[in-house]
């Protein structure tokens, strides 16, 4: 058997990556519109500009830890990648057809919560925001596409991390639930696949979520995820309840990992990562209670989490229809990291494999592994699984003419897919859809820059704003709108 009938296939996006709009049409400021850009391969990371509890100013890197009392700011002065980002506010109808053109059924995206409750928690919600949302989803229906909405995509309300700590905050939780039953009520019927919590198991500091003292303080960033389970588990409560034909699965990055070499102590070193990188996030959200390492590990350490009667039911009853997850790369575990050199990856670093080569952003491509992780995640939990974010990095030249000769994306492409296809015909996974990262340019999440482009459709912006957003398609349009269109069997 091949891909099956109604095989998902599309592209994904965030908001804060690609919609622009910055408080436009009654929206608020997210942490991603205080995120300044960066260079990801001269190592100058994003930055938020603060204002300390004393008053003074001070910048922080974006994944670095922010001090207790410290609010980020937006300066008028300072160049914010999100508050344009590639514009899909203004160019939906466009992007969408696009989209149909490339022969996609389906179209993840996220949903901006500061569009609907600008300071997170406001008394009503913003109506206009709603109705933006609206139009998107039913033009998506008159061409035949199916939303994927990701419900939270690292745009935590700016009010909320400056003012309550963000996540680790219950106040945080409660807001998100009432956003949450606005989103399930009033786009019933227009949407029917939903993702909770975007690279849940990456979510910790201020940046994903608003988190101040994420390093230093173990407790915050334990009640932190607690409170995202939490969120995500009533997600898929109130999103059964308010329609049953709704599909909701978890979102992880999932990163593959391999043991350094066969000595017992890099196989528990990679075991013992990937239990605390993905699998605990997977095993709650699937299982609906947190596996027993975890509480004896957190009873070591005296982490007490503060729990409210009613939770233990909900993470019980708040267990996903589907897993979904981001494959870019994978990392190597060593019981001595230290003696091998390092490389980048999706949000972390990890050991070079001296097996596989990487982009130009040091992450490694392995299309091997997306088999070997999809059938580990199958033969773990065996519910269907999607493939939500995938792709490749690179930098792009658009020609005088408009075409984009980006062979190296559709090669990445082509070994992936390939592979997606062998777990499908012999390994019996039960695999959902697939929807590669950026299928337009958008703004890189880790780098803040442009230049860093994932699209089969090029948007003529740089990493200074410069740039008219028209938008090209690429070579690799035509190599995916050919796969698409054969349903995964034409993949030359
Ligand atoms: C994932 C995110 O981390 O990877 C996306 O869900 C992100 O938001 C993608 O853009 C690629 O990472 P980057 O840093 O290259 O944009």
């Not at 001595?336 to 040091?362: C, F, V």
């Not at 299928?439 to 003529?460: C, H, L, N, P, Q």
Request: include cysteine; charged fraction near 25%; aromatic fraction near 12%.
């Amino acid at each position: 058997m091949s891909f099956p009938k109604g095989f998902l296939w599309g592209g994904a996006t965030a908001a804060n990556q690609y919609e622009g709009g910055y408080l436009s049409g009654g929206k608020g400021p997210a942490v991603a519109d205080a995120l300044t850009g960066g260079d990801g391969r001269n190592g100058i990371p994003r930055r938020f500009i603060c204002e300390l509890a004393d008053g003074t100013r001070k910048e922080f890197g974006g994944r670095d830890e922010i001090p207790a009392g410290a609010k980020a700011i937006i300066d008028p002065d300072v160049y914010y990648p999100s508050h344009v980002a590639t514009d899909f506010y203004h160019h939906w109808e466009e992007d969408l057809e696009l989209m149909a053109e490339m022969g996609c059924n389906v179209n993840r995206l996220s949903i901006n919560w500061t569009r609907i409750f600008p300071n997170g928690d406001d008394a009503e919600p913003n109506e206009e925001g709603i109705q933006f949302y609206i139009n998107v989803f039913k033009k998506c229906q008159e061409l035949g596409i199916e939303p994927l909405v990701t419900i939270y995509h690292f745009d935590c309300p700016l009010h909320l991390a400056n003012e309550y700590d963000g996540w680790v905050s219950r106040h945080t939780l409660e807001a998100f639930e009432r956003y949450c039953d606005v989103l399930f009520t009033r786009f019933k019927g227009l949407v029917h696949y939903w993702l909770t919590i975007n690279e849940i198991n990456i979510n910790t500091n201020f940046m994903m979520n608003g988190v101040h003292e994420h390093v230093s303080n173990k407790q915050n960033a334990e009640q932190c995820r607690y409170h995202l389970f939490l969120g995500s588990a009533y997600a898929v409560k109130k999103g059964h309840e308010v329609d049953p034909e709704n599909k909701i699965g978890l979102m992880i990055a999932h990163g593959g990992s391999y043991p350094w070499s066969c000595d017992p102590e890099d196989v528990w070193a990679e075991l013992d990562t990937a239990h605390h990188f993905k699998w605990f996030y997977g095993d709650v959200q699937v299982r609906g209670y947190y596996p027993a390492w975890k509480v004896l590990e957190l009873e070591r350490e005296g982490i007490e989490i503060a729990k409210e009667p009613g939770d233990d039911e909900l993470l019980r009853e708040g267990t996903v229809d589907f897993y979904s997850f981001s494959y870019y790369s994978t990392d190597v575990c060593a019981a001595h990291p230290e003696e091998h050199g390092a490389t980048d990856g999706n949000m972390h670093r990890s050991i070079a494999n001296p097996y596989l080569k990487q982009t130009e952003w040091g992450w490694t491509i392995d299309p091997l592994g997306l088999r070997i992780s999809l059938n580990q995640i199958w033969d773990r939990y065996q519910i269907p699984v999607m493939i939500v974010e995938n792709g490749f990095g690179a930098i792009d030249v658009r020609e005088e003419d408009g075409s984009v000769h980006d062979q190296g994306r559709i090669d990445y492409m082509r070994t992936h897919i390939k592979v997606m296809k062998d777990t499908v015909e012999l390994d019996g996974v039960d695999l959902m859809g697939y929807t590669p990262w950026g299928w337009i340019d958008v703004v890189s999440a880790g780098t803040g820059e442009m230049r860093k482009r994932y699209g089969f459709v090029y948007v003529d912006m740089d990493d200074d704003g410069n740039g008219d957003l028209s938008r090209s398609r690429k070579d690799s349009f035509y190599y995916m709108q050919k796969v698409y269109k054969s349903n995964g069997e034409d993949l030359d």
